[in-house]
């Protein structure tokens, strides 16, 4: 039977009392969005652009509340000075969850520079990078990346690959 | 060339005389200097640098913290950096924040070149437009008087736009070692135990 993987995220975020969820939508987020958005003690924060969650979830943090940020791959590198400047520059705590494009069967050619530049985009940040294939490797690594960010003040990346979450499909 | 009345250090004095346990968060450049200007303390989250997210830190701060009164002072380039903000505050509409745009028509740190506020953007208009009903522009004395009376009292979101004028004041600069900034502001806010976390 196949994992419900956003549902594992999901119950991750909620056992662990993460409470500010900032998102930029993405298809392969969707799931986990609505799952967020049924539960009252969960604030959605709907961001016009991915820079934006590194201001929000260092204000979160400063009032003494963990948060998550939502996002596509493109949206990496719209937030490279925030992560560098803030998240990084202060130490905050960051996990964000990416939705990889521009990997697995890729349909649209504009996705494929950002895709590819991602993961080095956010290590030449220093910032903690792991890549999830697997629906079984969702739950744990979430847990272990969000505990890092938490508990030793690390800006963290879960990168979850477009073979995981199906490549978007366009009507042919 | 605008030609305004207020001083910025004159406006800053006004504005947090009061401030009482206030949560502040300045912009970068000229609003960090001038909240520093004032004294140092630990609820001050000094930002210098990620220019565009002093407003969202803001958003963040209020909804963790609803208890709790929040002014965010930044300066009219910095706001433009991070214009989107304002939909996305306006959406959540936290009612302890309170968003003070220092406006002088000027890029102050990078040799006073002139800000899109300087030609014809309209910020308390876009602020408007983007949900913040209560914005204003102030221009006078009495304007700002009003608005320093209200502005730890009021329990509305808000969006101020005070114009003023180039007149620069002495160079005050706060500390700047980022994490221990934060870890002095959560220390202060949440007390020490969170330490222990």
């Not at chain 2, 991070?82 to 028509?105: M, R, Y």
């Amino acid at each position: 039977m196949d994992i419900n993987w956003p549902l594992k995220i999901y119950e991750v975020l909620k056992k662990n009392n993460i409470r500010q969820i900032a998102y930029v939508p993405d298809a392969g987020h969707k799931s986990l969005i609505e799952f967020c958005q049924n539960n009252k003690n969960m604030n959605m924060v709907s961001l016009t652009t991915e820079e934006e969650g590194m201001g929000l979830l260092a204000g979160a943090w400063l009032g003494g509340e963990k948060g998550v940020l939502l996002m596509q791959s493109s949206g990496v590198g719209n937030c490279i000075n925030a992560l560098a400047s803030i998240t990084r520059a202060c130490n905050f705590p960051l996990l964000m969850i990416v939705t990889m494009r521009g990997e697995w069967n890729e349909f649209n050619p504009w996705q494929v520079p950002m895709g590819k530049a991602t993961e080095k985009v956010l290590s030449a940040l220093d910032i903690n990078v792991v890549r999830c294939e697997k629906a079984e490797e969702v739950q744990d690594t979430v847990y272990a990346m969000m505990g890092l960010a938490y508990k030793s003040n690390c800006a963290t990346a879960v990168l979850l690959s477009q073979r995981l979450i199906g490549s978007k499909a366009f009507k042919e | 060339m605008q030609n305004y009345f207020l001083n910025r250090r004159y406006v800053v004095t006004q504005l947090l005389k009061n401030r009482n346990n206030s949560l502040i968060i300045n912009g970068l450049g000229g609003t960090c200097w001038d909240v520093a200007s004032l004294g140092d303390n630990e609820l001050n989250f000094y930002v210098w640098g990620g220019m565009g997210n002093s407003c969202m830190i803001g958003l963040g701060l209020a909804l963790s913290q609803p208890k709790r009164k929040v002014i965010v002072i930044t300066g009219d380039g910095e706001m433009l950096m991070g214009i989107g903000s304002l939909a996305t505050i306006a959406v959540k509409h936290p009612k302890n924040l309170s968003i003070v745009v220092f406006d002088n028509e000027l890029y102050g740190e990078t040799g006073n070149q002139k800000t899109h506020t300087g030609y014809c953007a309209d910020l308390s208009g876009i602020a408007i437009g983007a949900g913040i009903k209560n914005s204003s522009i102030i221009k006078t004395n009495d304007q700002l008087l009003s608005l320093s009376l209200n502005i730890n009292l009021i329990n509305e979101l808000t969006f101020s736009q005070i114009k003023i004028n180039n007149e620069e004041g002495p160079l005050v600069l706060p500390i700047r070692e980022g994490a221990y900034i934060k870890t002095r502001f959560r220390k202060a806010v949440l007390g020490e135990a969170i330490l222990l976390e």
